[in-house]
């Protein structure tokens, strides 16, 4: 993590996402910016955040560690979503992992600045509400995918997941081969069913596999394959 002191940079955010304005002075004057690189753990479940993070750019990957060392993907986040908030307001440590998918950059507001100004502010408490009850649906939605799906549902998902709408025909590079271990983990199977389930999608022309990743090939299909329940 790197705290970014570059208060131009910052109000670009906040005119980007339309916060300008939006809350109280204090509260804004407590807003600085951060940075993760692309890998890196934002938290693990059981910290302490000092910490809530807005989302501003970049993705981010939520998951389950079970206790049997496994992980259970719950879904991702791009823009704006908050990381933090249920912590904050309930003073409970993480109960997830987050990681940045890629180069990720967030708005930040600290512990000890919730508690002097965010958590009087009517205008952000409004906003953090917002925020929990679309976390709440999108959870719900993760929930059943996990457990009532078939993998190929559940491949597909992650699939249109994962794919930005202006670089869905380009490599996703968190689909390198070398990753498909992890991967059956965090959708719940194991890599000798999830190595079937693409090759088959090779074989109906949904992907592509080619110089060790994989490359999508139909990307409407793989919506319509996922039955509109996605990891986002």
Avoid: W
Avoid at 55 to 75: C, F
Wanted: with cysteine; proline share 3%.
């Amino acid at each position: 993590m790197r705290k970014i002191n570059d208060p131009d940079a910052l109000k670009r955010y906040m005119d980007a996402h339309r916060l300008s304005g939006l809350f109280d002075r204090k509260t804004e004057r407590a807003m600085e910016l951060f940075s993760f690189d692309r890998g890196e753990i934002i938290c693990s479940s059981g910290d302490q955040l000092m910490h809530l993070f807005l989302l501003v750019e970049g993705r981010i990957k939520v998951y389950k560690v079970l206790p049997n060392g496994k992980s259970i993907l719950i879904r991702f986040y791009n823009p704006l979503s908050t990381i933090g908030d249920l912590e904050m307001l309930s003073d409970i440590p993480a109960r997830s992992t987050v990681e940045s998918v890629n180069e990720t950059c967030f708005i930040g507001i600290s512990r000890q600045a919730m508690a002097d100004t965010a958590n009087e502010d009517p205008a952000f408490l409004r906003f953090i509400v917002k925020q929990l009850a679309n976390k709440l649906d999108t959870f719900s939605n993760a929930s059943s995918l996990n457990l009532l799906y078939p993998v190929e549902t559940r491949f597909a998902s992650y699939l249109v997941s994962i794919t930005s709408d202006e670089n869905g025909r380009e490599q996703i590079e968190e689909l390198k081969t070398s990753k498909l271990t992890e991967i059956a983990e965090l959708l719940g199977t194991s890599y000798r069913h999830l190595n079937r389930v693409i090759t088959q999608f090779a074989r109906d022309g949904l992907v592509e596999r080619k110089r060790g990743a994989l490359f999508i090939k139909d990307l409407d299909r793989l919506r319509a394959l996922s039955n509109g329940n996605l990891y986002s």
